[in-house]
């Protein structure tokens, strides 16, 4: 399993939200850059990067900072070179020009949230167009009282009656490999990943690279999240408050 930090950027600054909520953020002193430094240092080869802004309002006011990321993360200009940080961008990436613009600025694989939803034939076209590789979606979910994954949408502050495991059997047939899947009561909240949600995709879709994302707090989550057997754990709180010390994380960072 890789772990892939995340860094969230709202008006340039790193924070994080609480389970999503724009008015429960947490601002961190550490710059985007210094971060990408610090987590390339460790040995990691990915980093998320969440445009919140372009989240909640679909403007892209980050993207020159994405660029300015994607510059500092290839080695020698080269992203296959070892020691490379290739980024996975989403926020607000709704359209093709969006995604367009995202490619341009660096994103090595792009993040499709809310779209997947909105317009999934556009979408189905788009892993055809750029690749498997290229393309992630992020499917995030609240989990209802029947225990049933529902897709959140647009920032989460739109809950769809669309259910998980429908959403991935559409895009499975047009070649969808990478999904990013949070259980959004948990994210931000160091409550401890949804291991139950982790078995239960990969149970249902073993050929779909899982990427668990909320509620990780220590490496004992991130064993178990390897146990369970998802592709990748994307953390951002535990990492940035330095819960996870730098020797447990080696065994999780390709680079370490």
């Known amino acids: 399993m890789r772990l892939i930090p995340a860094i969230d950027l709202r008006g340039g600054r790193c924070v994080r939200l609480l389970r999503g909520e724009f008015d429960a953020e947490t601002a961190y002193d550490a710059s985007a850059r210094s971060l990408l430094e610090r987590y390339r240092d460790a040995g990691a080869d990915w980093l998320h990067v969440v445009d919140l802004d372009g989240a909640r309002d679909g403007n892209g006011a980050n993207r020159a900072l994405i660029a300015e990321l994607a510059a500092a993360g290839a080695a020698a200009g080269d992203l ?103 259980d959004v009561e948990r994210d931000g909240a160091l409550a401890g990943p949804n291991l139950a949600l982790y078995r239960q995709a990969l149970a249902r879709f073993p050929q779909i690279c899982w990427q668990a994302s909320g509620g990780v707090r220590d490496a004992g989550d991130l064993e178990a999240l390897a146990a369970a057997g998802v592709a990748a754990a994307v953390s951002g709180r535990a990492l940035l408050e330095g819960r996870i010390t730098n020797r447990e994380l080696q065994p999780f960072l390709p680079n370490a």
């Open 80 to 182: 296959t070179a070892t020691g490379a940080v290739r980024l996975q961008v989403g926020g607000g990436i709704r359209d093709l020009t969006a995604l367009l613009a995202m490619r341009t600025a660096g994103a090595a694989r792009v993040v499709i949230g809310s779209a997947a939803v909105d317009d999934p034939q556009s979408v189905c076209g788009w892993i055809g167009e750029f690749g498997a590789e290229a393309i992630a979606l992020a499917l995030d979910v609240r989990i209802d009282a029947n225990g049933t994954p529902r897709l959140a949408t647009h920032g989460w502050r739109r809950q769809s009656t669309l259910v998980l495991w429908d959403a991935v059997a559409r895009f499975a047939e047009h070649g969808l490999r990478h999904v990013l899947c949070t």
